[in-house]
């Protein structure tokens, strides 16, 4: 409870009055802005001492709060960094509101009453650290109302999300990307408000423009004055929840790339333009086909497959995984240049004549609950649109990952996420012995794990020998690990040290002789057991 209402406490929340404690403490602290320290904490080591110290003193308010009250956590912030009462209890207050919901569950109430068919009172989704009023649980959730998204305070987020990305980028390779490509997932966006389709309008240079009843409708360019960049060409893969939910926002994302490929500018300004109009020449192709940028599935159907193929091992050439990624998500939404509605036309030559462009691929991470290696579905999209655009590039792109979470929207590449995520959760002796608690279902947790971890091998190329290393190490080379993993649950602990010969034999992982032989013995073994055999 302390993590979570020490990162509810990192954000202001205008809608309640209420500041952030991190930047009250700085600025009391005669520090300044609390985002300003961020990014210059990681270049300067007195400013990364002036950080930990904030970071310090809100952790001991908050976990005086939870101890002894509001007035406790408020006298502290007073004496230890000259925070005055008037600004700190506000944020008690709420801290204080929230505490007492998360000890509220309504949940086995709300499913007795919807079993008696009685009212369930509704409330919104989202993430408790984006939206608190979430709670209490055991509500009837609702979505959100199209035409509202992107959110102000999105759009707002987003700014410097797109930029943090963007100078990612060009840190490491001298200029901006020419071409992005994006995924855009729907309740992600129902829970940030649009905190995707918001990134998507930076990087194409626009920004939403409402109507007098609040809707978002129209999109209108961001001058290149204003703008201090190039507009980049972003090619958008949405999946088939947010193409049934948002079909007014699809049309706008059409709508905003249309009017950046229309705009008369340098090509140096307009990646997008220059792309439409270089394929419109040389290709002869119609202009709808050239400016198609939104893609999903075909109308009815949802994924991309692509994780099942990994997870079944049913490729040959990873060459493969992409073109399924492209066969199933190569239909294109929007409108025509006669105003009509497209929608789910096939498009595979336009999908691949925009993947062929495109440097780096981005999806935004809106939750700290689940992370990529969590599920298979953010391999099966931002790891399946890699492993195409590999294909057509001819060249790996940069994949970047976002955490909209953090104050700073900090932005990680691939390789350091699943890193970040392996030591954190699958080589975390906390996490894996929280999961062995729950017995049979803690040990398929943990090799879903292991083989998510082993998608980004296989779209990606992402995974350091030393995470199957150690994995192998910790679950299997520990007998009395492996005694436990094989007691609670032996098919998947079968599947965990096959998923590991599986890496060796793709070319993902390369283990010395005598780690692989015992790997092999331990397979059989197991194989053994589950067939029954002495």
Not at 164 to 176: F, I
Not at 230 to 250: A, H, Q
Not at 388 to 394: G, K, L, N, P, S
Request: proline residues 4%; negative net charge.
């Amino acid at each position: 409870r302390a993590d979570i209402l020490r990162m509810i406490a990192s954000f202001d929340r205008p809608e309640a009055g209420v500041r952030s404690l991190p930047d009250l403490v700085s600025e009391n602290l005669g520090l300044g802005s609390y985002d300003a320290l961020l990014k210059s904490a990681s270049l300067d080591q007195g400013r990364l001492s002036d950080r930990e110290r904030i970071d310090n003193v809100v952790s001991a308010a908050i976990k005086e709060f939870l101890q002894s009250g509001s007035e406790v956590a408020v006298s502290l912030l007073e004496r230890t960094s000259n925070t005055k009462r008037q600004d700190s209890l506000p944020v008690f207050a709420l801290l204080e509101e929230i505490s007492k919901q998360l000890e509220t569950n309504n949940e086995v109430e709300a499913l007795l009453r919807a079993l008696r068919g009685e009212f369930i009172e509704p409330g919104p989704g989202a993430d408790i650290v984006q939206n608190p009023a979430i709670l209490p649980t055991g509500r009837n959730t609702h979505a959100v109302n199209p035409y509202t998204i992107p959110s102000t305070m999105a759009f707002a987020r987003a700014e410097a999300v797109a930029e943090n990305l963007l100078q990612r980028y060009l840190a490491e390779n001298g200029r901006y990307p020419r071409a992005i490509a994006l995924v855009l997932w729907g309740l992600d966006n129902i829970k940030t408000q649009g905190e995707g389709v918001a990134q998507a309008f930076w990087l194409l240079g626009v920004r939403p423009v409402r109507d007098a009843l609040n809707r978002v409708t129209e999109v209108e360019a961001i001058p290149l004055e204003e703008l201090k960049r190039p507009r980049i060409d972003v090619v958008m893969t949405i999946s088939g929840i947010f193409r049934d939910l948002f079909s007014p926002t699809v049309l706008l994302l059409d709508k905003a790339v249309r009017l950046v490929a229309d705009l008369d500018e340098p090509s140096e300004m307009n990646y997008l333009r220059r792309h439409v109009m270089e394929q419109v020449r040389n290709d002869v192709c119609h202009f709808d086909d050239a400016v198609a940028r939104v893609f999903s599935n075909a109308p009815g159907n949802y994924g991309t497959n692509v994780n099942f193929m990994v997870m079944d091992s049913q490729w040959d050439r990873d060459e493969t995984l992409g073109e399924l990624f492209v066969t199933r998500k190569c239909f294109a939404y929007g409108r025509d240049s006669e105003g009509r509605a497209v929608e789910g036309r096939e498009a595979q030559g336009a999908l691949d004549q925009a993947l062929r462009r495109v440097e780096a691929t981005y999806q935004n991470i809106d939750t700290f609950e689940i992370g990529i290696t969590d599920v298979d579905h953010y391999f099966e999209y931002l790891g399946g649109i890699s492993k195409a655009v590999e294909t057509r590039a001819q060249a790996r792109p940069s994949i970047y990952l976002s955490d909209s979470l953090s104050r700073d929207g900090r932005i990680r590449s691939l390789e350091e996420t699943v890193r970040l995520e392996s030591r954190s959760k699958t080589l975390n002796p906390k996490w894996y012995e929280g999961m062995l608690n729950h017995g049979f279902r803690g040990v398929a947790e943990i090799e879903s794990h292991v083989s998510n971890t082993f998608g980004w091998s296989a779209t990606a190329d992402a995974v350091d020998d030393w995470i199957y290393t150690e994995v192998a190490k910790t679950f299997v080379l520990n007998q009395a690990m492996l005694e436990r993993l094989r007691t609670l649950n032996p098919h998947s602990a079968h599947s965990l040290v096959g998923r590991l010969l599986e890496a060796h034999g793709r070319g993902y992982w390369e283990p010395d002789a005598v780690l692989l032989d015992r790997l092999r013995e331990i397979s059989g073994s197991l194989e053994d057991q589950l067939e029954g055999v002495a």
